[in-house]
């Protein structure tokens, strides 16, 4: 068994070396070196532009402007593509902006000799600008008169859909578009999360070039395929006129599944003769003009019957997208989505998702993908009712909780399988609940402790909202190992492994005879959308699993040709045995020699399959933190915090773990410290920069615990759900509730900081 095995990282090696090559290691040199030219203002056009003493500078190749690009638009998000024009990603970005709808939008770029030069050369530039004042709340974009930043949407609005569950007259009214619930204990709350950004250790780099005729970008990227594609709908050129190449990548976590910079780079080397030409972006860029996490504010209500079951909810959602779509609606629609989802409303549920343009730096994918802003909102709800009507919250949850076989009344997506108890009630355990409760209650003094929980549930991939597909390739080695190919993406979270262990397991080898292709290359690699939604191990892995069983039939088809004798044959380790007995009759290598070289009968022994996956299921999980509040500082100290997930049949429980560790460290960043800031008057962003910005260290951490409940999800392709975005989920509000705990204040707006503690508290009458 190779499935559910701890074996090494295949590419762990080569990491911790420095063998292993990214994006920037393999680019030329000397290079073309490209420079951007980014606006001085939030909001408004570019007049004009004087370009010729930049154009002048030696060493300088050629500058273009906003006024030289091709004038239709594109969408950049990394989605599945849909034939059907209603479903398609909302197009409203060019390659460079005339109309200005961020602080440091794209307005030229310089191709030089050199980086130094290129950046001379982008000093020299004179613009002139007509100005509005920039907008960058929701609530400031949708005002009375204010210029729409895109005319395609007046008002600001991008999108609002409103999802209802039936609700029986006899019990619930609706004034107006707000729901009111007689004769239940009623329940309103407003929470707000942050922007944050991704902070991958790799900033997005690209270099590009053409040879035969064709456009070639080597890139930092999830999703090369979709950025195959994006790059031809921005030129206006035939897709197959575009290779992408994607070597190992340093982080993305949403951020490079969305496409960046690849199709101006394409552009410009177009522009200089089709020579190399090399585009990275600075730490800062990466924090303005690359993508974040959305902020996003929630209205809930609730009804709770006398015996504390959630009788019905509603939650209005607006979320803050920035001046560009990206992923548009999507997030939002997700957050209202996850909301609805992981507790059972008795009776009905009426969701409310507004998306509208602002002057704030673009959001877009990041890990979780709405879920951990609708998290946040769902479980500090949780919380707050629990303390307003005198119910356990631990016990408040346990009984609401999705049950088996629940289908979602609006999109289908069924509960295949669940652990969601049986981890609530491991990580009780684990933090000494009951205990903690009653130990932490009525605290004073300057110094307490609390202890919070949360709850999460997370869906596996994307179906039915979008297209699931994947192909994988298995190829015979000479010497009777295989390789693997495909296009699903190792970004960093061990993919690599997991497939190779997932094509071992069923074709019955060992792990360390599967040569992985980690590199993907749009011209061979087989087609997968990407490393996205916790989608890969289940999507790609159905993939997998089909091309590894084919290829195993094709191996002892040809074994059986070979050997001429009766009987079921297998493979087991290195060989072909005999079912029955286990005797071992041919080894692969032999097979592998004969199949290459045989003069009676040569064949090249591999197997492709496509998987598309009309299926879903979710994961599950929960969060407990234990937490000292200094409260004359207004400073949190995590003590003691664990996840307990449900992700089904762990295919490597140590990169499980992992996963994990990473997932919370991401989570305690986003409770407590994370937040991009931005300058009122200006809308420039203030701290894009990892001094400014309060990522948190290892020094900052506790110790951080993952257990897990392991269930068999049939849906699965090894009895697997989804993994890699969960653990970021329920972290915030876990610490949030804490807080509550220790101090009997709610704290309902993200980030968790001293400033905004120190605020809470005097208003509580704690200072």
Known sequence: MEVGKSVPRVDAFDKVTGRARYADDLCPRPVLEAKILHSTIANGWVKSMDISRAQALPGVVKVLTCFDVPAHQYPTPGHPWSVEEAHQDVSDR???NRRVRIYGDDIAAVVAQDALTAQRALELIQV???TYPPLLTPEQAMADGVKPLHEEFPGNVLKRHVSEIPMPESDFKCAGDVLSFPGYHQFHGHYETQQVQH??????VSWAYVEGGRI?????TQIPHIVRRVVGQALG????????????????????????????NAWLCTQVGGRTVRLDLSREETF????SRHPISFDVRAAVDGDGFLMARECIAVSNQGGYASHGHAIVSNAV???RQTYLDQLAHRSEAWTVYTNIASPGAMRGYGIPQCNFACECMMDDIALQFGLDPYQFRYQNLMPPGYVDPLNGITCHSTGARECLEKGREFIDWDRLRREYQGQSGPVRRGVGMAVFSYKTGVWPISLETSS??????QDGTVQLQLGATEIGQGGDTVFSQMAAQAIGIPTEDVHIVSTQDTDTAPFDTGAYASRQTYVTGHAIKKAGLLFREKVLAYARELLKRPGELDIRGREVVDAASGEGLLTLAELASEAFYSLDHCVHITAEATSQCKENTFSFGCCFAEIEVDIPVGKIKVLNIVNVHDSGRLINPKLAEAQVHGGMSMGLGYALSEEMKYDPKTGRLLNGNLLDYKLPTALDHPELHALFVETDDPSGPFGNKSLGEPPAIPVAAAVRNALLHATGVAVNTLPLSPQRLLEAFRKGGLL
């Not at 197959?240 to 910079?261: A, C, H, M």
Request: net charge positive.
């Open 199 to 204: 902070c991958h250790l790799e900033n997005p």
């Open 216 to 220: 070639t970008v080597v890139t930092s």
């Open 128 to 130: 002139e600008y007509e």
């Open 472 to 477: 994988a390739r298995v190829v015979l080695n």
């Open 337 to 339: 989505t996850g909301f």
């Open 288 to 291: 303005q003009n690359t993508r």
């Open 94 to 96: 060019k390659l460079l």
């Open 237 to 264: 050129i035939p897709w197959g006129s575009v290779r992408i190449l994607k070597p190992y990548i340093g982080g993305g976590f949403g951020n490079k599944q969305e496409v960046l910079y690849e199709p101006l």
